[in-house]
């Protein structure tokens, strides 16, 4: 069992940036895939960002490729995502998730990841 609790959402002018910051509780976080996904009003969850293998290995939207980097640390149980570049489209609730290692592609399915965190909003505005 795997407890998720997303922090460091916000408000935020085009071009700025933000911090994610996802802390899980309970089973280690290095034997899984952690993602980022997000989330408009009316739409599906969009996967965002992965990653798997201990950090080793990452995955990304093309939407967010160059603007994003999703990062994790082992020993805080810790997974971040640290967005540049902000756009008004990058408006959304922001949802950490976790799935077994193999799921963890650039095409990141919802339908995939057992355990969600409640979500944190990030507004950017014009």
């Known amino acids: 069992q795997v407890q998720l609790v997303e922090s460091g959402g916000g408000s935020v002018q085009a071009g700025g940036s933000l911090s994610l910051s996802c802390a899980a509780s309970?089973?280690?976080?290095?034997?899984?895939?952690m993602a980022w996904f997000r989330q408009t009003p009316g739409k599906a969850r969009e996967g965002v960002a992965g990653?798997?293998?201990?950090?080793?290995?990452?995955y990304y939207a093309d939407s967010v490729k160059g603007r994003f980097t999703i990062s994790q640390d082992n020993a805080k149980k810790t997974v971040n995502l640290q967005m540049d570049s902000l756009k008004p489209e990058d408006t959304a609730m922001y949802y950490c998730?976790?799935?077994?290692?193999?799921?963890?592609?650039?095409?990141?399915?919802?339908?995939?990841?057992?355990?969600w965190g409640q979500g944190t909003q990030v507004t950017v505005s014009t």
């Open positions: 990653i798997a293998s201990g950090g080793r290995n990452t």
């Open positions: 309970g089973s280690s976080i290095s034997i899984y895939c």
């Open positions: 998730a976790v799935a077994l290692p193999w799921f963890c592609t650039s095409a990141l399915r919802e339908t995939d990841f057992g355990w």
